[in-house]
């Protein structure tokens, strides 16, 4: 082997070295278990240039390891590969407006540990930070890793969030994180590289890896909860457009003179379907006189009325409650139907509070876009709720940093570091 530059071809497209080696790395690790004769094939290139580079990740920079012998149809059993997942560790860190949950993971995105503090937003932007900051470093004790050993942090925030500078924007969850240089902050107090993305992105991310988008590279994931938001997977990457922050499903207008939005505009999506919108409209039916079981129920105090009140109202024959969640969902439906004939995709993800809702809302969601997408999308599209936990923002954006790791980037500090 030459210089960093020499190196093969791959898929007619000319790769240097170090592009070369974080291919074969990331084949390892989606891979799992494999051989070097594996590696040539699945590749295209030669055995030679992959055995030593096998050697070097193994011997030199240890960052895989031999793990037993191959199957083989005769002859010597060649010799299987896997990822050292110990050699570091990531935290993924999810910042909502009322958890933040934060989990170790080794090299391979495995959960070790998990912790979840209240975000007690209203405390400020310095309490929040400091919340944060202490949740890294609890992780770190319960592990019991040196800290040197900590490859990364990867932090998903709920809002606009510009990933390429990691600068949260708008962040209606925390007061004060707007404009907030969160990446550069957190670098700084631990030394080590941060990313940071919106929590919709990371959940695409996780579901992507460990969940039911495991086997699709096009997908879109929609959460609908306090706000509206999209990740799309386009040819088995996230999506996040030149500005770094793609996928603001929520701000289309669905209502030319709807609601005045948070974002300033009028009749976002966002405005009319999240958790917050629906509350808004069913305060307006009950002040205009509708008749509903729902009245009685929070006894004229508005501060008590909840998705959970509507919902159930709706479930139990409340015509106004029905009214509100089948039309919520019918909203949702038009996005969707919009976003599925831009990106032709065959799975929908769903993930939100609004799902609490049950059938009602889903089967809207189902007839809307059969309705309004192309006939074509509509008939093979997969419409499902995410099969991943309350941990999944922590997970993808831990899964992010991971990723980046292995990919051409700022972060590929498997390489430098040893
Ligand atoms: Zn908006």
Same mark, same amino acid.
């Given at each position: ?146 800290? *040197? !050993?900590? +490859? /990364? &942090? ?6 606009? @969030?510009?990933?390429?500078? #990691?600068?949260? $924007? ?36 996780? *579901? !992507?890896? +460990? /969940? &039911? ?6 997908? @879109?994931?929609?959460?609908? #909860?306090?706000? $509206? ?190």
């Amino acid at each position: 082997m030459t210089d960093e530059k020499s190196s093969g071809f791959f898929e007619g497209r000319f790769y240097n070295k170090k592009a070369l080696k974080l291919k074969i790395l990331d084949l390892i690790r989606n891979k799992g278990l494999i051989t070097k004769q594996q590696i040539a094939k699945e590749l295209g290139i030669n055995i030679t240039t992959v055995s030593d580079l096998v050697n070097q990740f193994k011997d030199k920079n240890r960052i895989i390891k031999e793990t037993g012998d191959g199957s083989s149809s005769g002859g010597r059993k060649p010799k299987v590969y896997t990822i050292n997942s110990e050699l570091g560790y990531i935290v993924g860190i999810d910042v909502g407006g009322t958890n933040t949950r934060g989990i170790l993971t080794d090299l391979s995105g495995s959960l070790i540990h998990y912790l979840k503090v209240k975000t007690k937003a209203r405390e400020g932007k310095d309490a929040v930070l400091a919340r944060v900051i202490s949740v890294v470093n609890e992780l770190i004790t319960l592990a019991k890793i040196p800290r *040197e !050993k900590l +490859f /990364g &942090i990867g932090m998903s925030i709920s809002g606009i @969030i510009n990933s390429y500078e #990691g600068i949260s $924007i708008f962040c209606p969850n925390i007061p004060g994180w707007e404009n907030f240089p969160i990446k550069q902050i957190m670098e700084k107090e631990f030394n080590i590289p941060v990313c940071i993305d919106d929590s919709v992105r990371c959940a695409a991310v996780a *579901e !992507k890896r +460990f /969940g &039911i988008a495991k086997d699709h590279d096009n997908f @879109i994931f929609i959460s609908i #909860g306090k706000g $509206i938001g999209m990740g799309a997977f386009i040819d088995g990457k996230i999506y996040r457009g030149s500005m770094g922050l793609a996928g603001e499903l929520g701000h289309i207008t669905v209502s030319e003179d709807g609601p005045l939005c948070n974002c300033g505009n009028k009749g976002c999506l966002e405005a009319i379907a999240s958790g917050p919108g629906i509350l808004k409209r069913a305060q307006e039916g009950i002040k205009n006189g509708i008749v509903t079981s729902i009245s009685k129920e929070i006894n004229n105090n508005f501060e008590k009325l909840s998705v959970e009140i509507i919902s159930r109202a709706a479930n139990e024959g409340d015509k106004f409650a029905y009214y509100l969640i089948n039309r919520t969902g019918e909203y949702i439906g038009i996005a969707i139907a919009a976003a599925l004939n831009l990106f032709g995709s065959d799975l929908v993800v769903l993930w939100g509070g609004i799902l609490e809702c049950g059938d009602i809302i889903l089967d809207a969601i189902k007839r809307t876009v059969k309705m309004r997408a192309l006939e074509f999308i509509s008939k093979r599209v997969r419409i499902e709720k995410t099969s991943i936990g309350d941990n999944i923002a922590a997970l993808g954006a831990a899964q992010t940093f991971i990723d980046m790791l292995y990919s051409e980037s700022d972060y590929n500090i498997l390489l430098k570091k040893f």
